[in-house]
């Protein structure tokens, strides 16, 4: 379930997905899959080589893109996410969901 984010934030990042860009969207998130998270962030990109190569630069593989409908993404959680989101400076999203 999904939280803490506003239908403005959400079109934003569909329509920077299906134009081709790497776009990033953090939010609230709770899964009984993995009780130690309480965000995620969601790295899409329509271009799948595109996407999937900026996942290489963190060693995150190819099968683990989800590809769902326009909006093929990679799922980001715990420390993973945390280090991705400080290397690309998105210093908005480590202090807005304080991780």
């Known amino acids: 379930m999904a939280f803490g984010i506003h239908r403005g934030e959400l079109n934003r990042w569909k329509e920077a ?5 790497i776009a990033f969207l953090t939010h609230y998130w709770l899964d009984d899959r993995f009780p130690e998270a309480k965000t995620v962030t ?3 990109c329509s271009d799948l080589e595109k996407l999937s190569s ?8 190819k099968e683990w893109i ?7 993404h990679y799922d980001l959680l715990g420390e ?4 991705i989101l400080e290397r690309e400076r998105l210093t908005d999203h480590l202090s807005r969901f304080k991780l």
């Open 17 to 21: 997905v299906k134009s081709g860009e």
């Open 42 to 44: 969601k790295v899409g």
């Open 54 to 61: 900026w996942g290489e630069k963190y060693g995150l593989k």
């Open 66 to 72: 989800h590809k769902r409908d326009e909006f093929p």
């Open 80 to 83: 993973t996410q945390k280090m």
